[in-house]
C-alpha cells in the first residue's frame, strides 16, 4: 500500500517547512495520546473517571485537529499514514496498561504539554493561538494527573507499589520530549528542568521515589520524532486506522 | 476499587454569576477534592457553570414524603403569599 507522505499531503509544490514538521510533532502526540485514553472507554476503574479521561481524550484530540490541519487534510493524514511517517514522542503510545501507568503517562506528558503550550503561548510564532487556548486545558490535565498519582502515591500499599512501578517503567520515555524539534524556537533546557522540578514535588509528595533511571543516550527510548516506534503503536494504529481503510469516505 | 465503596456526593451549579447554585445530580467520588473534579467533567463540560459546590449525600437532611401533608399542603390555599399582585418592572429577568 503506498504512504500518503507528508510532502505529498501539503499538497504540490508546498514545501514541507520547519513549521509543518513541528505542527506534525505536536499533533501526533495529541492525537496519539487522545487514542490511548479513548481506549479506557467502557473498560475504566470507575464511570465518573471514565468521562474524565474521555474529556481528556476529546481536548487532546480537538487540538491533533487543528495542528493536522495545519499540515494538510486531517483525515488522510490520521487514518492513512503508516507506522513510520508518524511523528509522535514513544511516550505517549505506550500502552494503558494498570490504572497507574496511563495516570503516570498522563503526569508525565501534560507536565511537558503544559510547559510547551505556556511558552508558546507567550510567543508569537505560528502556535502561539493554538497554544493560549490548549495551555488552558492542559492545565486541567495536569490537574487530574497530580490529584491521582498523589491519590495513588499515598494510598494502600498496593496503589503505592503498582504507581512506583509506572513511574519506574515510563520514566525512560521523557528524555525524548525535551530533544529540540524543528520549527520550535524553545528552552528545552529550562523547560526540562522546570519539568524535573515539578514531576519531582508531586511525586515526592505522594511518597514515591523519583525514578534514577536513564532519561536519554543509549538505554533511554526516544526515537518517535524520526518515526521510530515502540512494539505495541503498530496494534494501536491497526485499530485507529482499520475502519477508514475498510471503508474509505465512509461518514456517520 | 468499585464506586460502591466511593461515598455519593450531590453537585449544585451555579449556570451565571447573579442566579444559585442549583442541584445537578450526584456522582461517585472518594473525596472532596475529586468529587470537585468528576462534577466539573460530568455537569459542566458544555459551559454550564461558573461555580460548583458538592456536598457529602449523607449531609443532607431530606424532608420525608410521610410529611408531605402537614408541610406541604396548608399554603396551597393561601394565594395572598404568593407576590402576584405586583408587577414585574421590564429588565428584570430572574425573579
Request: charged fraction near 20%; proline fraction near 5%.
Amino acid at each position: 500500500m503506498s504512504t500518503p507522505d507528508t510532502r505529498e499531503t501539503a499538497g504540490p509544490g508546498v514545501e514541507t517547512s520547519a513549521i509543518t514538521a513541528a505542527a506534525l510533532a505536536l499533533g501526533d502526540d495529541a492525537l496519539v495520546l487522545s487514542h490511548r485514553l479513548g481506549e479506557w472507554a467502557g473498560s475504566a476503574p470507575v464511570l465518573e473517571e471514565e468521562v474524565a479521561l474521555a474529556n481528556i481524550a476529546l481536548d487532546l484530540l480537538g487540538q491533533a485537529r487543528i495542528l493536522l490541519s495545519l499540515v494538510g487534510d486531517e483525515d488522510e493524514l490520521a487514518y492513512l499514514r503508516e507506522e513510520r511517517s508518524f511523528r509522535n514522542a514513544q511516550l505517549v503510545e505506550q500502552p494503558n496498561g494498570d490504572f497507574a501507568h496511563t495516570i503516570a503517562r498522563q503526569l508525565y506528558f501534560s507536565t511537558y504539554q503544559h510547559l510547551l503550550y505556556g511558552q508558546l503561548a507567550a510567543g508569537d510564532g505560528p502556535f502561539a493561538g493554538l497554544a493560549a487556548k490548549a495551555v488552558k486545558e492542559v492545565a486541567y490535565h495536569q490537574d487530574h494527573a497530580e490529584h491521582w498519582t498523589l491519590r495513588l502515591g499515598d494510598g494502600t500499599p498496593e496503589s503505592h507499589d503498582r504507581m512506583q512501578r509506572a513511574c519506574d517503567t515510563l520514566w525512560r520515555y521523557t528524555g525524548e520530549l525535551f530533544q529540540p524539534v524543528d520549527g520550535l524556537d524553545l528552552d528545552h533546557t529550562a523547560m526540562e528542568s522546570a519539568w524535573l522540578d515539578s514531576v519531582t514535588a508531586v511525586l515526592t509528595k505522594a511518597t514515591l521515589t523519583v525514578p534514577t533511571g536513564p532519561r536519554t543516550g543509549a538505554w533511554a527510548a526516544g526515537a518517535g520524532r524520526q518515526g521510530l516506534h515502540t512494539e505495541s503503536f503498530g496494534r494501536m494504529l491497526a485499530e485507529m486506522q482499520h475502519l477508514h481503510r475498510s471503508h474509505p469516505g465512509a461518514t456517520w | 476499587m468499585t464506586s460502591d465503596s466511593w461515598p455519593l456526593w450531590e453537585v449544585f451549579v451555579r449556570s451565571r454569576r447573579g442566579l444559585s447554585h442549583t442541584h445537578a445530580g450526584s456522582l461517585h467520588a472518594p473525596d472532596a477534592e475529586m468529587a470537585l473534579r468528576n462534577a466539573r467533567d460530568l455537569y459542566t463540560r458544555r459551559s454550564e457553570g461558573v461555580s460548583i459546590w458538592v456536598v457529602p449525600s449523607t449531609e443532607i437532611t431530606a424532608s420525608s414524603p410521610d410529611e408531605k401533608d402537614p408541610f406541604f399542603e396548608p399554603s396551597a390555599d393561601k394565594p395572598y403569599r404568593h407576590p402576584t399582585f405586583y408587577e414585574i418592572p421590564e429588565g428584570v429577568k430572574h425573579l
